[in-house]
């Protein structure tokens, strides 16, 4: 299984740029940014050079979305910041040559508004996609739990398998988080997971409720990794969870792996 580690969320006790050491240190290969725009491009690179990582994932930049607001992707009116956005996020992407941009759906706080959102955002989503496609990059979208983000407008399963039916680009994907759709979804994820791999682009996980290293919840882990191991996904793993400690003390979740893989043997 090719592990990634979420920088934004792990090893936070350091600065951003001292968070590559401390991954590779932990026995990571790749790692993941959510926002790395706050830092400049040059110097990430050095990190991944230094310390012979990969980045295979970043967000388009996603304007007020993580301080309450509706994002950019969905919210009519917004379409030229978020073409903004798609540009910033190119000079990332083509300087770290990342191969994975997750465009976050946003907030629609007004249901009787949700067709308009929902027609802007595909329409945003398959812009993001022509614009990637040369560089052999895919575009995710993920879909929010609606506890944490109140009015998100892609929360489930079914919703991000309507947007992708619907689209005729074929370098569009879902992002499947674990933590948010054991939160929303009726039903056991590894049998998603087993299920629709191959429709999976990129896939985070966390335990639940909490949010926490896995181990620390109600989520079965060994069957979880059995079945991303065994299914049709080939892509990177993000661990994207809040510590319930010194990061390096909570990974003790990487035993499952190994379980996992012996459940087969």
């Not at 379409?79 to 941009?101: D, G, H, N, P, Q």
């Not at 947007?163 to 879902?174: A, C, F, P, R, Y």
Request: aromatic share 10%; with cysteine.
């Amino acid at each position: 299984m090719k592990l990634a580690a979420n920088l934004s969320m792990l090893f936070t006790e350091q600065p951003l740029l001292e968070r590559f050491s401390a991954a590779k240190a932990a026995g990571f290969n790749a790692v993941e940014i959510q926002f790395p725009y706050v830092e400049r491009i040059a110097d990430i690179k050095t990190q991944l050079n230094i310390h012979d990582l990969k980045c295979v994932l970043i967000n388009v930049p996603a304007g007020d979305l993580m301080e309450g607001g509706e994002g950019l992707a969905s919210v009519p009116g917004k379409e030229a910041e978020f073409a903004a956005a798609l540009v910033e996020c190119l000079s990332y992407v083509t300087s770290l040559r990342i191969k994975r941009v997750n465009v976050l759906p946003g907030r629609c706080m007004d249901e009787s508004k949700r067709e308009l959102y929902l027609s802007t955002f595909k329409r945003n989503l398959d812009t993001a996609a022509q614009m990637f496609k040369p560089l052999g990059v895919t575009v995710t979208f993920e879909a929010i739990n609606t506890f944490d983000m109140p009015g998100f407008l892609i929360h489930n399963v079914q919703q991000m398998l309507d947007v992708i039916e619907e689209s005729d680009h074929d370098n569009i994907k879902m992002q499947f988080d674990i933590y948010h759709m054991a939160r929303m979804e009726e039903g056991d994820v590894s049998a998603i997971i087993s299920r629709l791999g191959n429709k999976i682009g990129h896939i985070q996980f966390a335990d639940v409720p909490g949010r926490g290293e896995p181990g620390t919840g109600e989520l079965d882990f060994k069957s979880i990794f059995y079945a991303i191991e065994y299914s049709s996904y080939e892509g990177w793993v993000g661990a994207e969870y809040k510590p319930t400690k010194y990061t390096e003390d909570t990974l003790r979740w990487k035993q499952f792996i190994t379980s996992s893989i012996a459940m087969c043997s």
